[in-house]
C-alpha cells in the first residue's frame, strides 16, 4: 500500500511517498515537522489546514441564510457493473430546498469514476444557484479537486478537469463560491444525502 509522507517544516516541504525521501528532508532540520498518511488527500490538507476536512461541520440552516445565499452539498458514484457514473445534489436556501440526481453512460469521463460524477454537480449546483439569483453558495463536497481544478491549483490533465475549471472561471463573475470541504461517510447529514441521491441516481429517459 502506498503511503504519502508530508513534510510541513523541513529541507523542502511536500509530498513524498517514499520513507527515504522523506527522511532527507527532516532529518538534520530543527523543528521538522512531518506525517504520514494512507491518502494523497490527507496528506495535502495537513500541508494546507483550510482544506481539512470538516467531520462534524453543521452548516447554516436555512433561516441563518440571507436571501441570497445558498447551501449545496454535492457527491458522485461510480458503478462497476456498467462503468456508468452519477452525481447527487441537495441544496437549500430560505425559503425553499431542492434534490436531485443523474447517472451517465461509459464515456471517456467514466475513467474518472465517481469524481466524473462530483465535477458535474458541483456544475449543477452553481448552475441552479445562479439561475436562481443567489449571489453566494456554500458548496460543500469530499473530493479535494472540486476546490483545487476550478481554481486552478491543481494540474488539469483531463478534458473533463480543464472544461470544470472553465466553467468556475465564467461562472464566479455572477456567483461568489464558498468551497467546504466535509469527509465522506462520517455522518455528515447533507453529504450522506447527497452520497445516497448519487448512489440511486438512474439514467434520464433519453439515455
Not at 517544516?9 to 527532516?26: A, F, L
Not at 431542492?98 to 451517465?104: I, M
Not at 465535477?119 to 439569483?133: C, D, N, S, V
Not at 478537469?161 to 463560491?177: A, G, S
Request: hydrophobic share 30%; aromatic share 14%; with cysteine.
Amino acid at each position: 500500500m502506498t503511503k504519502y509522507y508530508a513534510v510541513k517544516k523541513g529541507k523542502n516541504p511536500g509530498i513524498y511517498t517514499t520513507w527515504d525521501q522523506c527522511k532527507k528532508e527532516v532529518q538534520g532540520y530543527s523543528g521538522a515537522l512531518y506525517k504520514s498518511f494512507k491518502s494523497l488527500d490527507e496528506a495535502k490538507a495537513y500541508l494546507d489546514p483550510s482544506e481539512e476536512p470538516l467531520k462534524d461541520l453543521e452548516a447554516p440552516g436555512p433561516e441563518a441564510l440571507d436571501s441570497t445565499t445558498m447551501v449545496a452539498y454535492v457527491d458522485g458514484s461510480y458503478r462497476q457493473e456498467d462503468h456508468s457514473y452519477s452525481f447527487g445534489c441537495f441544496l437549500y436556501w430560505q425559503g425553499g430546498e431542492k434534490e436531485w440526481s443523474r447517472r451517465f453512460k461509459d464515456d471517456g469521463a467514466a475513467d474518472l469514476r465517481n469524481v466524473a460524477g462530483e465535477i458535474l454537480g458541483a456544475q449543477e449546483a452553481m448552475t441552479f444557484a445562479k439561475k436562481m439569483g443567489m449571489k453566494k453558495l456554500i458548496l460543500h463536497y469530499d473530493y479535494a479537486g472540486i476546490r483545487h481544478w476550478a481554481l486552478g491549483e491543481w494540474k488539469r490533465n483531463k478534458e473533463e478537469t480543464k472544461n470544470y475549471h472553465n466553467f468556475y472561471q465564467d461562472m464566479k463573475k455572477d456567483l461568489e463560491v464558498a468551497f467546504i470541504k466535509v469527509e465522506a461517510h462520517s455522518g455528515n447529514p447533507g453529504n450522506e444525502r447527497a452520497d445516497l441521491l448519487a448512489k440511486e441516481a438512474d439514467f434520464s429517459p433519453e439515455d
